[in-house]
């Protein structure tokens, strides 16, 4: 097999291996054959191609157009010109597929299934990364690059495993990047001819007699140093701080571990589990709590509020977090002349439930809650930070059971514009039977609240639509208009559909995801389960807030205020705020020193009172945490710009003030003559003229002036150096040559005006003469590790003497 061959081949499998932490992702994962398939045909054109010989470009065209071609047949048949010709449809067809596959991606938990989407994403992408990985390693020959798309691949594997992708997905893409340098190592050692190896002295370190083989030297450095850096690359993840994931889940995805079957429940994101926690077996509990509402039927506990729809999914807006008040501030929107009950409620959570949103019922006015946790003001929730999560957490919520009447809901004013704007948005892609069917729904209500309930009553009741957590929907506006027509889904497709239909009507409302209240058990304490998992629409009524309806049938409880459809059309009479019930839970917290609960049960409690309870944020970055990141970011910055500042160095250092004048001994000399010399001939590297160690000063000279044509100054410059160089060789009492240093800044002002500017910016940014400190650090270990032979092959000698002299002084 040729060595170009043979570098294929390895290219093909190092992309396989590691797109083979993929696997995990998707079930089944019968997609990478076709992937494996794909791109052998990619490689097995490039090396006909190769072999004809045609230029790089045409090479890389004529496997762009193998790969299109193959991807057409796969994915695209119908639409293809005689079955495999792309054309316009074709193109429309990928596009279609691919929007799908993200809309899967974002929709499904991990596993995911098969479908056309994820199949095309999967196999277009393993081929784009293993087409580049080819057009670098064998097309241009530059196997180390090649690493960066393998290493992409990798992380985006790992980061759609939320970091689970596991030592052994590693340890295999790792293996198949050093079969692809060992294999390019071995293409160039091949052009070199035949490699003899000489005689070896008997038990000298490193040879093949004491080695007991003919394994040449430089292949056993090279792997010695991959399962080197192999190990260390393993090892010193677990030395160093883990990093946890965004704001809603951790890092463990769907979460394992745990003792008995409990296990891990986690989130990276509450939409992407919660089918899967639907669809549970056994019902595990989450946490427990003790209250003392008179009625849990309507408390339910809200981990996160989606509030930003923008046509494929719903998600939460990035805002500001900050430092958990005392006391809450009071909640937008709300009225003294609502009815208001004050509850208390302390909660444990389970230690196999992992959580970075903390469940609690809305609207909460205090939590009292050790651990690091931070306040999103507009949501009112809790996040963990640095790693905080929910296991395990023992906490109190003072929060208020919010009853309006039918008739105060009826009498709403509007909402104030900035919210209203916001949360009334609805994507343009949004389809048009959405709102027509919203209209048709709602025809005949007179205001915002009976248009709201009658929504709710199609969902729940009216509109014959069936609870399903097995449907395979998404929720994107493609998804709504799908499930409208097909009628069945689970608590996602129904909080979704109808938060979108009620902001196409202008009413403001958003998506709650968390749990419904649990069961009561034979203690008085409610339980939790998974399978209590839930989703919600809240709708916003000026003076009442946001408020919860409940679309989705034989799920929670229907909300109170909703079921009185026949309201006076005016607001009633103001309400007074009831006082908790007498059963108090086990640690009740003290009442607020700012509003006690005669105070409120006067009327005299407001807003404002509310607010000003609460304590100052205190909330910012952590100037620690800036600092490192920022630290962190200038190190990225640098490390292109590493071998420009080392090139500065070493010119630095060689053309100093002693280089220049100043130099009496002999040996100082032409110690700086010979540093000079180095210089213009590193310079002469940097601009594309490699060095050639066995030729003369004057016969380097000429060359470097030959091939990299500096001109005039700079050519007689060279000459001059050279001569000085000769001199600090042969003569014995060689004179200081003066001006040294200007001749080398000569030289190279030579060379930068003779390049064209892809070359000067090469020789700034990245020189060649930097190769230098690649062989300064190979030669540097192979001492050492020579060193370090000798040194064992003492020690056991010295051993083994010591165990034979042992017998015979022992009688």
């Known amino acids: 097999m040729s060595g170009r061959a043979r570098l294929t081949l390895a290219a093909w499998g190092a992309t396989l291996m590691a797109a083979g932490a993929l696997l995990p992702l998707v079930k089944p994962a019968s997609w990478i054959f076709t992937a494996a398939f794909v791109l052998a045909l990619v490689s097995g054109v490039g090396t006909l191609a190769r072999r004809v010989p045609l230029a790089q470009p045409l090479t890389l065209l004529a496997q762009l157009a193998v790969t299109l071609l193959a991807l057409t047949v796969f994915f695209a048949r119908e639409q293809a010109i005689l079955g495999f010709l792309p054309g316009p449809q074709v193109f429309t067809h990928a596009a279609d597929l691919l929007a799908a596959g993200a809309e899967d991606v974002g929709r499904y938990a991990i596993p995911a299934p098969d479908t056309e989407g994820i199949r095309l994403m999967l196999v277009g992408g393993v081929v784009a990364i293993g087409l580049l990985v080819d057009t670098l390693a064998v097309t241009f020959r530059k196997a180390a690059p090649a690493g960066l798309p393998l290493l992409a691949l990798y992380s985006v594997a790992a980061g759609l495993s939320g970091g689970g992708a596991g030592w052994l997905w590693f340890l295999l893409a790792a293996s198949g990047y050093l079969l692809l340098l060992l294999a390019e190592g071995r293409d160039r050692l091949s052009q070199w001819g035949r490699v003899f190896g000489g005689a070896q002295r008997a038990g000298r370190p490193g040879s093949a007699a004491a080695a007991g083989g003919t394994t040449f030297a430089p292949a056993r450095t090279g792997r010695r140093i991959g399962a080197v850096a192999m190990g260390v690359a393993m090892v010193v993840p677990f030395a160093l701080p883990g990093f946890t994931g965004g704001l809603i889940g951790n890092g463990d995805g769907a979460g394992t571990g745990g003792e008995g079957l409990g296990g891990t429940i986690s989130a990276v994101n509450p939409l992407v589990s919660l089918q899967d926690n639907l669809r549970q077996q056994e019902d595990r509990e989450v946490l427990r709590y003790r209250t003392n509402a008179r009625d849990t039927s309507g408390m339910y506990l809200r981990l996160v509020a989606l509030d930003q729809f923008d046509g494929t999914s719903w998600k939460s807006s990035v805002r500001p977090i900050e430092a958990v008040p005392k006391q809450l501030p009071w909640p937008d929107g709300l009225s003294q002349s609502v009815r208001i009950t004050e509850v208390t409620s302390n909660f444990v959570a389970s230690e196999g439930y992992e959580q970075k949103w903390l469940p609690m019922p809305y609207p909460a006015g205090r939590v009292d809650i050790d651990g690091r946790w931070r306040y999103e003001p507009a949501g009112r929730m809790l996040v963990g930070d640095d790693k905080q999560t929910t296991k395990g957490t023992r906490y109190t919520v003072s929060s208020l059971d919010v009853q309006p009447t039918p008739g105060q809901l009826a009498a709403a004013g509007d909402a104030p514009e900035k919210?209203?704007?916001?949360?009334?948005?609805?994507?343009?892609?949004?389809?048009?039977?959405?709102?027509?069917?919203?209209?048709?729904?709602?025809?005949?209500?007179?205001?915002?609240?009976?248009?709201?309930?009658?929504?709710?009553?199609?969902?729940?009741?009216?509109?014959?639509?069936?609870?399903?957590?097995?449907?395979?929907?998404?929720?994107?506006?493609?998804?709504?208009?799908?499930?409208?027509?097909?009628?069945?889904?689970?608590?996602?497709?129904?909080?979704?559909?109808?938060?979108?239909?009620?902001?196409?009507?202008?009413?403001?409302?958003?998506?709650?995801?968390?749990?419904?209240?649990?069961?009561?058990?034979?203690?008085?304490?409610?339980?939790?389960?998974?399978?209590?998992?839930?989703?919600?629409?809240?709708?916003?009524?000026?003076?009442?807030?946001?408020?919860?309806?409940?679309?989705?049938?034989?799920?929670?409880?229907?909300?109170?205020?909703?079921?009185?459809?026949?309201?006076?059309?005016?607001?009633?009479?103001?309400?007074?705020?009831?006082?908790?019930?007498?059963?108090?839970?086990?640690?009740?917290?003290?009442?607020?020193?700012?509003?006690?609960?005669?105070?409120?049960?006067?009327?005299?409690?407001?807003?404002?009172?509310?607010?000003?309870?609460?304590?100052?944020?205190?909330?910012?970055?952590?100037p620690l945490t800036v600092v490192l990141i920022v630290v962190g970011a200038l190190a990225v910055l640098a490390v292109p710009l590493l071998p420009l500042l080392w090139r500065t160095r070493v010119r630095t250092r060689r053309l100093g003030p002693a280089g220049a004048t100043g130099a009496r001994g002999p040996e100082e000399t032409a110690a700086r003559t010979l540093a000079v010399w180095q210089e213009i001939i590193d310079t002469a590297w940097d601009y594309g003229v490699e060095p050639d160690e066995s030729q003369t000063p004057r016969r380097t000279a000429a060359r470097i002036v030959r091939l990299g044509e500096p001109g005039g100054e700079a050519a007689d410059a060279v000459h001059r150096v050279a001569r000085a160089v000769e001199e600090a060789l042969y003569a014995p009492n060689p004179r200081t040559a003066p001006g040294l240093a200007e001749e080398a800044a000569r030289v190279r002002a030579g060379f930068h005006a003779a390049a064209d500017r892809r070359t000067r910016l090469r020789a700034l940014l990245v020189p060649r003469s930097t190769a230098r400190l690649r062989w300064s650090a190979a030669a540097r270990w192979s001492e050492t590790m020579t060193k370090w032979s000798i040194r064992r092959e003492a020690a056991t000698s010295r051993a083994l003497t010591t165990l034979r002299r042992t017998p015979r002084e022992s009688p």
Request: glycine residues 10%; aromatic residues 8%.
């Open 419 to 622: 919210l209203r704007r916001e949360y009334t948005r609805v994507p343009a892609s949004l389809p048009a039977d959405v709102k027509a069917t919203a209209l048709q729904i709602t025809k005949g209500a007179r205001n915002d609240y009976e248009q709201a309930v009658k929504l709710q009553d199609w969902f729940a009741r009216d509109g014959g639509f069936r609870y399903d957590v097995e449907v395979e929907s998404g929720t994107g506006v493609q998804a709504i208009s799908r499930f409208l027509k097909d009628k069945e889904g689970f608590c996602v497709h129904f909080s979704f559909s109808m938060a979108a239909m009620a902001r196409s009507l202008g009413i403001p409302a958003r998506v709650a995801v968390g749990f419904m209240p649990g069961t009561t058990q034979s203690d008085g304490s409610v339980s939790v389960g998974i399978r209590d998992a839930h989703a919600w629409p809240e709708l916003y009524f000026e003076g009442a807030g946001w408020t919860r309806f409940e679309p989705t049938p034989s799920r929670g409880s229907t909300p109170s205020y909703t079921q009185d459809q026949t309201p006076s059309g005016a607001a009633t009479g103001p309400a007074r705020p009831e006082q908790s019930a007498s059963a108090q839970p086990s640690a009740a917290p003290s009442a607020s020193e700012s509003c006690t609960p005669q105070q409120r049960r006067l009327g005299d409690c407001g807003p404002e009172e509310a607010v000003a309870g609460a304590e100052s944020s205190g909330g910012g970055p952590n």
